[in-house]
């Protein structure tokens, strides 16, 4: 079965030290990752994707992924965490139907 | 900006009422989208559209109905209210499936007493 995976449900990170969160994926075909950010009581907002080309995906706010094709993961990372980054992080990958399948999401706090 | 806007924040409805969330979209997307988003699950499709009038089932159908008579405006209804219907809901489009970036609304908290 396709799927999503991102191992940590929570992650804490000192402000100003750098931050990876965490997605490995199962997908037929070529993978389409994507990575969405959903601040408290909000809808989400995309961050950035990787449909081909250069693994390292720089996106918003920031923040830069990394696909791994021999590790099927797509890790997103930032190099200097801020309070502000602290926020539910999901990743998702297309399936063979075109469509989404989504992690369970992380919660992601950037302590002062 | 893409601008995808849903009828409710918050919403509290009783057991058995035929309830009704509405989503509009202003960039003339063709695919639309309802999800539910409860904590440690994910996002779950129930339903979408990728045309007007069209619908597909998701991953989670039961219990829940679409309407899409305008491109713009993408409808959820759930028939006949429970309990454990109560969750956060998410409207999104999409300009071109599994390429292009989702944009979604704010959600609609739904609880159900």
């Known amino acids: 079965a396709q799927s999503v995976a991102q191992p940590e449900d929570q992650v804490n990170v000192a402000e100003g030290n750098p931050l990876t969160v965490k997605c490995t994926y199962s997908?037929?075909?070529?993978?389409?990752l994507f990575w969405y950010v959903q601040y408290p009581n909000r809808g989400l907002q995309f961050l950035l994707k990787y449909i081909t080309g250069d693994n390292l995906v720089k996106g918003s706010y920031g923040f830069e992924a990394e696909f791994n094709k021999s590790q099927t993961s797509f890790h997103l990372k930032k190099p200097s965490a801020l309070v502000s980054d602290s926020a539910l992080y999901f990743c998702?990958?297309?399936?063979?139907?075109?469509?989404?399948?989504w992690g369970a999401g992380t919660k992601l706090i950037i302590k002062p | 900006d893409v601008k995808v806007t849903q009828s409710s924040r918050y919403l509290v409805k009783r057991t058995g009422e035929k309830v009704f969330l509405e989503c509009v979209q202003d960039?003339?997307?063709?695919?639309m989208f309802w999800y539910r988003q409860d904590p440690g699950l994910g996002l779950r499709l129930i339903y979408f559209s990728y045309d007007v009038k069209m619908k597909e089932k998701g991953d989670i159908p039961e219990g829940y109905s679409v309407s899409r008579e305008k491109k713009e405006r993408f409808s959820l209804i759930l028939e006949s209210a429970s309990t454990n219907q109560t969750s956060m809901y998410l409207c999104a489009s999409i300009y071109t499936l599994g390429v292009a970036e989702a944009f979604f609304g704010q959600g609609t908290r739904l609880t159900v007493v």
């Open positions: 998702a990958a297309r399936d063979s139907n075109y469509q989404l399948i």
């Open positions: 997908v037929s075909g070529n993978p389409y």
């Open positions: 960039m003339d997307h063709e695919n």
